[in-house]
C-alpha cells in the first residue's frame, strides 16, 4: 500500500509498505479520507513527544471496512465495503480511570497516527470496537467528526447555557466548531478572537463577532457587551501564555475558563484573582466515547454547519499541505484521499 511516512523530521515520503493485517479483534480499513489535524503539525517540525520519524500519521479518518482479523463475532462485523469512520483514541477500559468514566485520560490510551500507524496510507488497521458506520451518501463534514467530538467535550465541561456569553480564542477547525456547539446550545452573545485574517469570515459565518486579541482593548470589549461582567465563559483553543492570561481575565466572576489549547507548555497565571472570584479553570483533553458518538450523529443529520474551507488533495500533495499549514494557511480542513472511494455505490466524489 501506499502511505506517508515521516522520512525526518520536516519531511515526508511517499512509500509502499506491507499491506497491514488486522489482528485479533481489529479490522484493517481501505481509507478514502484523512484529515490532517493542528495537533500533528508539533510532530512534523519535530517538537511533538509523540509523533516521530517512521510513522505514519493521521487520525481523522473516513474509510472502508476491508477485512476482520480473528476474535470479532460475525454479528458485530459490518459488511466489507461499509462506509465507516473511526474513534481513534483507545483506552484500556478497565482501570480505575476508566471505569471513573475518564476513559479520554487513561494512562494506556493509544492514539491512531501517535502510538501506532495512521490514516495517512491507503489501509489502516484499527480496533473493531472504534468502528462507526456512517451513510454513504452522508454530509462532507464527516470527516469532522474528531475535532467536533474535542469541540462537544469541552463545551460539556462548562455550565455555560442558553442566552448566556462565551468567549473563543483562536477560530482554527476546533474554535470554529465550539463556536458552533456554542451556538446551538443557544448562546446568545458569542465572541471570538482569530490572530489570522484568513480564519475571520469563518468565525463571522459561525455566528461570533470577532474582537481583536490585544489585551486592554479586547477585555474592555468584552466587558462591554456583557453589561460590564464579563463572559459566562471562554475557551482558550490556542493555549498560548498570552490566550490563557485573555481567558482568565475575560471570563466573569463565578464563570468558567476552559483550557483546550496545547500550545505553551507552562504559563503563568493571576492565581488569587481566580480565587477571588471564585472562577472555575477546567481543562478538556480530546474526547469520551459518547462524546465522539455524538459527534457523529450530529454530522450525519446535517445540523452542523462547518464555515472553514475544507479542501481535498491526493497523498501526494501532503508534504506540501503541511508545509503550507506550519507557515500558517488558514483553510479549515485539508482532507488527504489515500483510495478512491469507488467500493461502495454512492461513496464517489
Ligand atoms: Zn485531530
Ligand atoms: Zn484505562
Known amino acids: 500500500m501506499r502511505a506517508l511516512v515521516l522520512a525526518e523530521v520536516g519531511r515526508f515520503e511517499l512509500v509502499d509498505l506491507p499491506d497491514p493485517q488486522p489482528g485479533a479483534g481489529e479490522v484493517r480499513v481501505r481509507v478514502t479520507q484523512s484529515g490532517i489535524c493542528g495537533s500533528e503539525l508539533g ?26 482479523g480473528p476474535g470479532v463475532p460475525p454479528d458485530r462485523r459490518l459488511e466489507p465495503g461499509s462506509p465507516v469512520t473511526v474513534n481513534p483514541l483507545w483506552s484500556c477500559g ?16 493509544r492514539l491512531l497516527g501517535g502510538h501506532v500507524n495512521g490514516s495517512n496510507a491507503e489501509l489502516v488497521v484499527v480496533d473493531a470496537g472504534s468502528l462507526h458506520p456512517i451513510d454513504a451518501d452522508g454530509s462532507d463534514t464527516i470527516i469532522l ?28 477547525p476546533i474554535g470554529l466548531l465550539l ?13 471570538f478572537t482569530e490572530r489570522m485574517d484568513g480564519r475571520v469570515p469563518a468565525g463571522r459565518a459561525s455566528g461570533g463577532v470577532r474582537l481583536p486579541d490585544g489585551d486592554d482593548e479586547l477585555l474592555d470589549l468584552v466587558r462591554e457587551r456583557t453589561g460590564g461582567h464579563g463572559v459566562d465563559a471562554v475557551f482558550d483553543a490556542v493555549g498560548s501564555s498570552q490566550t490563557r492570561q485573555s481567558a482568565v481575565q475575560a471570563v466573569r466572576a463565578g464563570g468558567d475558563v476552559c483550557l483546550v489549547g496545547l500550545h505553551a507548555g507552562e504559563s503563568m497565571l493571576p492565581v488569587r484573582n481566580l480565587i477571588r472570584r471564585e472562577v472555575a479553570c477546567v481543562t478538556s483533553f480530546a ?30 500533495a501532503g508534504q506540501s499541505w503541511y508545509e503550507k499549514l506550519v507557515a500558517g494557511h488558514p483553510a479549515g480542513k485539508i482532507v488527504l484521499e489515500p483510495s478512491p472511494a469507488t467500493v461502495t455505490a454512492g461513496a464517489a466524489r
Open 43 to 68: 510532530g512534523f517540525r519535530g517538537t511533538d513527544g509523540l509523533r516521530h520519524p517512521g510513522l505514519v500519521f493521521g487520525h481523522e479518518l473516513i474509510g472502508l471496512v476491508d477485512a476482520y
Open 94 to 109: 478497565h482501570c480505575p480511570i476508566c471505569r471513573a468514566g475518564r476513559p479520554n485520560v487513561c494512562p494506556d490510551r
Open 145 to 172: 467528526a474528531e475535532p467536533t467530538a474535542c469541540a462537544l467535550r469541552a463545551v460539556r465541561r462548562t455550565s455555560v447555557g442558553p442566552g448566556g456569553s462565551a468567549l473563543v480564542l483562536g477560530a482554527g
Open 179 to 191: 463556536l458552533e456547539a456554542l451556538r446551538r446550545k443557544g448562546v446568545e452573545v458569542l465572541l
Open 287 to 316: 474526547y469520551t466515547p459518547t462524546d465522539f458518538a455524538d459527534a457523529v450523529a450530529l454530522l450525519q443529520s446535517g445540523d452542523v454547519d462547518f464555515h472553514g474551507e475544507i479542501v481535498h488533495a491526493g497523498l501526494e
